[in-house]
């Protein structure tokens, strides 16, 4: 049911309803670190990303084909993380992303695939945005990812860096992500801020970073209070209220590790600490792409 270009569909008003009852009003001027890109009530997708430079007066570089990457892994260092004893490989990888092809394996967990399913035929489809794949099969044509850089036109300085990543077969939009790094009121070090535009909000991703004793990098986006990492949502109104749910029992881990061939990662889900969802990702250095590459630039 469609209530209007203001409110969009029912289920989707409806959400945003239940983030208003449950959460907390937001001022983001005294919470920055949950500002960022706005859905629109109909697809998110590559679209919105057009939108949103010509709106913002930005222009989406190409860098001339060069490596794009999501964040800058010294920007992550803090006195309980080094970034410098994390993994070359792994460095290279969050620094030249858009030099990477993806393969991609998922596992959905016991009764959790029912709901799993719904989610994708109520919301992710439609909107093409958390897409997250239902079967192996669903990625096995392979995965396109897309890095792209909104810079500012008169100062060249990047805005916002979005990684695309679509199913090869069918061009469904699995995840269109804003990635950045931010400092929370909650944990001492710098975060890996992901966040999701979604109708009239987004959902955020905030993701600490540890690193083991053979330069494996970890994120996980774990909290119980606000203002620690975790899974926040966000809701926006015309009249600039925001208000925001911090999701406590939803929590993932992300651990990136390298292999012959580039890196690989595992990435688990859990919700009331039962795991849902497990996806592994392997991701090649292009062929094209000299291995030995100087890093630039750093998921």
């Not at 079967?135 to 695309?164: F, I, K, Y």
Request: include cysteine; glycine fraction near 10%.
């Amino acid at each position: 049911m469609w209530l209007g270009s203001e409110r969009g569909a029912f289920v989707d008003w409806l959400t945003q309803q239940w983030v208003k009852l449950a959460g907390r009003r937001a001022d983001l001027a005294a919470v920055p670190w949950l500002g960022g890109p706005v859905g629109t009530t109909t697809r998110i997708g590559r679209g919105y990303f057009d939108d949103l430079a010509r709106e913002e007066g930005l222009v989406v570089a190409n860098h001339g084909g060069g490596p794009r990457g999501l964040i800058l892994m010294e920007a992550l260092g803090g006195p309980s993380f080094d970034s410098e004893r994390v993994d070359v490989a792994v460095r290279a990888f969050y620094e030249r992303t858009s030099e990477y092809d993806f393969d991609t394996w998922s596992e959905w967990c016991g009764f959790f695939r029912p709901f799993g399913w719904l989610l994708a035929v109520i919301f992710s489809r439609r909107l093409q945005q958390l897409n997250m794949p239902l079967s192996p099969l669903d990625t096995s044509g392979g995965m396109v990812s897309e890095v792209l850089h909104l810079v500012d036109r008169a100062t060249g300085s990047p805005a916002q860096t979005v990684w695309l990543r679509e199913l090869r077969k069918t061009g469904q939009v699995l995840y269109a992500g804003c990635y950045a790094t931010a400092t929370l009121p909650g944990h001492p070090n710098p975060c890996v801020k992901v966040l999701f535009p979604l109708p009239n909000g987004n959902a955020i991703v905030f993701l600490r970073p540890s690193v083991d004793e053979e330069g494996a990098l970890t994120l996980t986006s774990s909290g119980r209070r606000f203002g620690d990492p975790g899974f926040y949502f966000t809701v926006h109104d015309r009249n600039g209220s925001v208000w925001v749910k911090q999701l406590r029992t939803l929590r993932e881990t992300i651990r990136v590790y390298p292999d012959e061939r580039g890196v690989r990662a595992d990435h688990t889900l859990t919700i009331w600490r039962l795991v849902f969802l497990r996806l592994h990702y392997r991701c090649s250095l292009r062929v094209s792409q000299p291995a030995n590459a100087g890093s630039i630039a750093g998921p």
